[in-house]
């Protein structure tokens, strides 16, 4: 599979079905496919593995803790855009978001967390059109 997103890759070593278009990826595959996606079905699960160093997860692909129980999304994270500069962001707090959200890929494991920088892939745009789960500046109106 040449021109892969670092996602794909790694839904293909996992051995999971998923279609792509170029780097765009839609997994899971539910009904028909937007014009131009092909379905990529792996042979089964491949990950790389490297004895000579099994508690480091930097060796190869098989995680040394604990895996979360949401699987292969485990690893993709949805994520307010916002102008931080302008917002004023310096921490955890409440801020506007306008509706813009992505949804991104989490390339490698985070060291010194929590203050570690995180490497992300991003995927797409979160919308209420491709993600169920999406609101977008919930209030309620009386």
């Given at each position: 599979?040449t ?11 996992l ?6 278009n ?18 990529v079905t ?17 060796v190869?692909g098989?995680p ?19 102008q ?8 955890s707090?409440t801020?506007?978001?306008?509706g813009?959200?992505i949804e ?7 060291e ?11 995927q ?19």
């Open positions: 599979m021109d892969a997103s670092r996602y794909q890759v790694y839904l293909y070593e051995g999971l079905e998923f279609a792509r170029g780097k765009q990826t839609v997994y899971p595959i539910d009904g028909a496919l937007p014009a131009g996606f092909v379905t792996p042979a089964g699960a491949d990950i790389p593995i490297d004895a000579s160093d099994p508690d480091n997860p930097f190869d098989v040394s803790g604990t895996v979360a129980d949401n699987g292969p999304a485990r690893r993709l994270v949805q994520i307010a855009v916002l931080c500069q302008a917002l004023g962001v310096k921490g707090h801020y506007p978001t306008s813009n959200y991104a890929f989490v390339t490698q494991m985070v010194d967390e929590p203050a570690g920088g995180i490497y992300i892939e991003v797409r745009p979160l919308t209420t059109t491709n993600d169920p789960d999406f609101h977008a500046n919930v209030r309620l109106v009386e």
